[in-house]
């Protein structure tokens, strides 16, 4: 039954739910498949509890909190069943209510990990659900006509840390402990790297969806650089505002782009015969470059139905475009520093 059981949460339930990261996963190396795909599937319960707008936040916060805790150890049956009644029942999507009532065996599964794997699973668990932590102390009730921003610059880097740069130091560390030939940098380096790798990955996230989130309550984007353009959250709202907000918008893609340098920097310090690592770093890379490209093309930015977002056949082209080039540093180097280079022509940069 526990291999079954396991079977199911790796195989069919995490597809379920994951989409594109699912076909990242395939390409990982063995040993690195399990904890990784677990934790996505415990991160992406906690998300699902978080965002459920149906739910008050303070017992949004309340059941996530008790997730963690079950994470890190400390049994709760009855916070589990919880869980399962309040958060599955209001899934509209199957896949994420058979998540929510399978925590019980994907905890089952984290026990039967090994003690550093366990360790690293919680770890970036916790550190991710800190992230939801904050959005649900900081931002108000989707449903209450408010909206509440960050104050400063260094608010946003802490909070895309939280829920994507401290994934690049979980990958980092899986790397080294199931595929330690592959890297052939230093870890510290490759850590700091790591960690930028995700920021840009969230920072494009954070441009890309900035429309939809105004209208529930939350402006990531720092009230500092908005006043620089005359601008409040507020006035946000407006799409017509998208060409004043622009030169904002252009300053945090530049920011994005020394990030996407660095996750560029990243990719060549893994061995070109690691091509599965490789591939799993190349492809959020390049979709990533690709919708800050779509994004500062964008007139409309500002508008939440008119989001930028790459069509499948593109991830198509990407995937079939990386196969031959993945093994050879010039090719990669010549192609994302190509993009970069074409977002910053767009730019003025």
Sequence with gaps: MRNSSRAFLLGPLLKGV?????????VL??????????????ARAADTIADTSLIPPAQ???????????????????????????????QMQSDEKT????????????DQLDAADRAAVREIVTTLTAGMEFDLR???DESSGQIVGLREYAELDRYTYLVAGCVGEFWTKMTHAHAPRALIRDMPTMLDRGVRFGKALQMTNVLRDCGKDFRIGRCYLPATA??????????LLQPANASRAQPMLFDLVSVSLDHFRAALDYTLGISRFSMRLRLACVWPIVIGLETLLLLVDNADWLDPAKV??????????????????????TLLRGWIEGLIERIEARIGR
């Design 60 to 90: 949004r916060l309340a059941l996530l909190l008790s997730l963690r805790d079950q994470v890190n150890g400390a049994a709760n049956p009855q916070a589990l069943r919880q869980i399962a009644q309040e958060v599955a029942a209001q």
């Design 226 to 235: 908005l006043e620089r353009v005359g601008l409040t959250p507020q006035d």
């Design 308 to 329: 930028s977002k790459i069509q499948r056949g593109k991830v198509y082209e990407v995937i079939a475009y990386s196969l031959p080039a993945v093994s050879s540093n």
């Design 29 to 42: 190396p063995a040993g690195m498949r399990d904890p990784v795909g677990l934790a996505y599937l415990l």
């Design 138 to 140: 900081t931002f108000p």
């Design 18 to 26: 994951s989409r594109s990261f699912y076909l990242t996963l395939r």
């Design 99 to 110: 998540l929510l009532e399978s925590l019980g065996p994907a905890l089952a599964v984290l």
